[in-house]
């Protein structure tokens, strides 16, 4: 059972360009969470997806940032006209169910020039 | 609000030594707080979780330990060694799945 697959891994985008980061759950899991960590911080929670909806997106910054879950496909976290600020790592992680643990992909690190 | 208190923020202990780390909640209505252990660019890795019908969780090394009343919860290492370095996060949910997490604690095993 293959794990949470993040790509890419490392992207590198100019300021005002777009930033697409895929996320692929566990098979069999249909609840997926995206989380940002900083340098030397935690994990702040940003959006909370199952397949189709939007369940809760609290911690995700209103302008140029949107999610979304397709039927078919992976998660996308899109991040529209990048800044600076937005350079950090991005988890994503996935659970069976809402009770279920999380398991965190690999992180796709996002730097901003 | 929702709030996770991490502490200490770093640990430096002896190999063979027990390793505590400590976190304390806002909401009573927890009731699920999981740890992860993130080594330097890794993901996050669940290494043991609790639920708030359990006062104590062991798996081999690791331990976790929960108060409700006073809504703190506790990982203990025992055993150190050298593997355990790393940045070690608790979390907890808060009515909800989301979870949020305290600020880690960067673990240092010396050899």
């Known amino acids: 059972n293959a794990g949470v697959m993040q790509n890419p891994r490392h992207l590198v985008r100019r300021r005002g360009q777009e930033a697409r980061l895929r996320c692929s759950p566990m098979?069999?899991?249909?609840?997926v969470y995206w989380y940002r960590q900083l340098p030397e911080e935690g994990l702040k929670f940003m959006v909370y997806?199952?397949?189709?909806?939007?369940?809760?997106e609290s911690g995700m910054p209103k302008e140029r940032f949107s999610a979304e879950f397709p039927k078919e496909g992976p998660s996308i976290l899109r991040i529209q006209q990048v800044v600076r600020g937005d350079s950090a790592a991005y988890f994503c992680?996935?659970?069976?169910?809402?009770?279920?643990?999380?398991?965190f992909g690999p992180g796709t690190r996002l730097t901003v020039t | 609000g929702e709030n996770v208190e991490q502490h200490p923020s770093t640990l430096s202990v002896q190999e063979g030594d027990s390793a505590v780390i400590k976190c304390t909640y806002s909401d009573s209505a927890s009731n699920y707080f999981p740890w992860y252990k993130q080594e330097l660019g890794k993901r996050p890795q669940l290494i043991i979780d609790?639920?708030?019908?359990?006062g104590e969780k062991k798996d081999q090394r690791i331990a976790v330990t929960l108060n409700k009343t006073a809504k703190h919860f506790s990982l203990h290492i025992t055993e150190t060694q050298p593997e355990d370095s790393a940045v070690y996060f608790c979390?907890?949910?808060?009515?909800?799945?989301?979870?949020?997490f305290g600020t880690g604690t960067r673990l240092t095993i010396i050899p």
């Open positions: 992680a996935s659970s069976p169910n809402s009770r279920g643990e999380q398991y």
């Open positions: 979390a907890a949910n808060f009515g909800n799945e989301k979870l949020t």
């Open positions: 609790i639920r708030s019908n359990v």
């Open positions: 098979k069999g899991h249909s609840h």
């Open positions: 997806l199952q397949k189709e909806n939007i369940i809760d």
